[in-house]
């Protein structure tokens, strides 16, 4: 995989996949010192459980709550929207006389443009990641 852009679409299917597969939101804590901490879902089915505070803290519970898979999947649609309006496009002469090579379809930088490479970010540890993605 060399393109940028490829790479970026597989990593947010796997991101919906994943989202789509898990408990639907929204997810939110619960921190009652007789029942443990749970994060549960919109309906109140607990999602996971922790008999005391000091296992797990409540910091990394409203953390797991606040990205639940509504949220993922709103990320992933921002996600594909900015590649759609950042994805290349033919570019002849572009700033040197006999270049032809590819711009960013929206901001004419050339491609991939800054706003690609920042998207790609998170997904720095794959594999399949390259190094000079790197903004």
Not at 73 to 96: F, G, Q, S, T
């Amino acid at each position: 995989m060399n393109d940028l852009v490829e790479f970026l679409r597989a990593r947010l299917d796997e991101d919906e996949q994943a989202a789509r597969a898990a408990l639907p939101g929204p997810w939110r804590t619960d921190h009652n010192f007789d029942q443990g901490l749970r994060i549960m879902d919109g309906s109140g089915l607990v999602i996971t459980w922790t008999p005391s505070f000091y296992e797990r803290g409540p910091a990394d519970a409203e953390h797991i709550a606040r990205h639940d898979p509504a949220r993922v999947l709103a990320e992933v649609e921002a996600k594909r929207w900015l590649i759609e309006r950042h994805y290349r496009r033919r570019a002849p002469n572009w700033d040197r006389p006999g270049h032809v090579g590819y711009e960013c379809a929206q901001c004419a930088n050339e491609y991939p443009c800054p706003t690609l490479a920042i998207l790609v970010i998170p997904y720095a540890d794959h594999a399949d990641y390259r190094a000079e993605w790197k903004p």
